[in-house]
């Protein structure tokens, strides 16, 4: 029902009660007006230039099932497609300026897999043109080789790369001389830049996304006192979510207490819970295809033990810090620099690294327990395209924040198991706090503000879920 019931909706559907969003999506206009500002691009490059955009690939699992299928970011912004095997042609100087290619119409297909959009649905989705495949392949073909510069969009399909190269870059020796005035441009730079500056209708989708996340971890931390294992408590975040209309997680929901808290991408959410542990949950859901990416660490017990809280103000004070310097014209760095300035200090002030606070910090010593950078661009995908350099070749982290902007600010510290020079009451504590920020003219807004922090609101919150046990 997806397809045909949805791609054609107008506008975000606003029928759904407020705090349900199944099949919510963008209008048809923001991809129009994607397709514009990229077309815009192609004029500047001169006559003769084409885009050419893949979908992403379907994945297989095992036998004959496949991975659900969830369509590329970058296909998806240009065209709002969800179907596998499309290819979008952009062409600035045709009077058919998007044309589309899909699958076929297939009644028996169809019966198993559901309705596909066909010509007539490529039309409604807002090409100018629509072909299906097989016959599509030789309009695609020509459209190449007849293009003085192809652009190519394709992240992940490897055999369609390879196929677009050769069509421009015809293997061997050639002396057909217009083989030498083609060129092939890959246009990925161009829409992770479009992509990084978010639209008023993609920051709405976005907060959608950190709205349904925060119900599904206030479901984890009220299911935790009840649960006997991680997976239990993951289980309430990804029901929960998936019971206010995410289709999908934005990534694997990463859920583990104790020892497994230290693990970033801790993938296996199995372990029976220790119950003097910390829990440390890093997860989004995704709606309309933006993802949250959120993280809270509580206790297991619903108090925390004196190091874990001792820990968890340090992470909270560095959060607070790298959160306050998001701001236009303030570096993308700053906050990671901020933070890791007051972890060092903190682990000094703690006991954990010893000796005199500036040659601790200069020693770099506290990045065996701070592990990763604290920020990455969020939308389409919880890694979200565009560069962190202020121009090409300049030093990571040094691009200026503009209103627009969606990032994360999630500081962690990790104690793990086998620290043995570090005071055993601190092993196997894990704390990160995550939150995703938007940068607006005046300085930002958290858009996940509304899941506590405060450890005295995180504990109450995991003791409701006691309460309910009784
Ligand atoms: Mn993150």
Not at 430 to 440: A, C, K, N, Q
Request: glycine share 10%; charged share 25%; proline share 4%.
């Amino acid at each position: 029902m997806r397809l045909a019931a949805l791609l054609f909706a107008p506008a975000i559907l606003m029928a759904q009660p407020s705090t349900s969003h199944h099949g919510v999506r963008l209008p048809g206009s923001f991809f129009a007006g994607n397709r514009a500002r990229l077309l815009a691009e192609l004029r500047k490059l001169g006559p003769g230039t084409v885009a050419v955009v893949k979908s992403m690939p379907e994945q297989a699992r095992n036998g004959d099932s496949t991975h659900l299928y969830r369509q590329d970011s970058d296909f998806y912004y240009l065209t709002g497609v969800e179907e596998q095997e499309a290819v979008a042609i952009l062409d600035a100087d045709s009077d058919q300026p998007y044309r589309l290619l899909v699958r076929a119409r297939n009644a028996s297909r169809e019966a198993y897999d559901g309705p596909r959009l066909g010509t007539e649905g490529a039309l409604k989705a807002g090409a100018d043109h629509a072909e299906s495949f097989p016959g599509a392949e030789q309009s695609l073909k020509s459209a190449v080789q007849r293009a003085r510069r192809v652009m190519l969009i394709c992240n992940f399909d490897d055999d369609f790369r390879r196929k677009v190269i050769d069509w421009v870059l015809p293997q061997g020796s050639d002396n057909n001389h217009a083989t030498y005035q083609r060129t092939l441009l890959d246009g990925r730079n161009l829409i992770g830049e479009m992509r990084l500056i978010k639209q008023p209708v993609e920051v709405e989708m976005l907060q959608r996304a950190v709205d349904v996340s925060i119900a599904g971890h206030l479901a984890a931390m009220r299911a935790t006192a009840r649960a006997v294992n991680e997976g239990e408590v993951a289980g309430a975040f990804e029901g929960t979510t998936r019971g206010l209309g995410a289709r999908f997680l934005g990534y694997d929901t990463i859920a583990g207490a104790g020892r497994n808290s230290c693990i970033l991408h801790y993938p296996f959410n199995d372990q029976v819970l220790e119950k003097g542990a910390v829990f440390l949950m890093d997860a989004g859901a995704e709606v309309g295809y933006y993802t949250a990416d959120i993280t809270r660490t509580w206790p297991v017990s619903g108090s925390f033990s004196k190091e874990q809280r001792a820990l968890y103000d340090l992470v909270l004070k560095a959060q607070d810090a790298a959160i306050a310097v998001c701001r236009p014209g303030r570096k993308h760095h700053e906050g990671y620099d901020l933070a890791m300035r007051i972890l060092s200090d903190g682990l000094v002030d703690l006991g954990i690294l010893k000796g005199d606070k500036a040659e601790v910090y200069k020693g770099g010593t506290w990045s065996r327990f701070t592990l990763h950078g604290i920020s990455h661009w969020l939308g389409l995908d919880v890694h979200d395209t565009g560069s962190y350099h202020r121009e090409p070749g300049a030093k990571g982290g040094q691009r200026l924040l503009e209103p627009g902007m969606v990032l994360t600010v999630e500081p962690g510290l990790y104690i793990p198991k086998d620290a043995k020079e570090v005071d055993a009451k601190w092993l196997g504590i894990g704390v990160r706090l995550e939150d995703d920020i938007l940068i607006t003219p005046e300085g930002h807004r958290n858009l996940s503000e509304k899941l506590p922090r405060k450890p005295e609101a995180v504990e109450a919150i995991v003791k409701e879920g006691l309460r309910a046990k009784k």
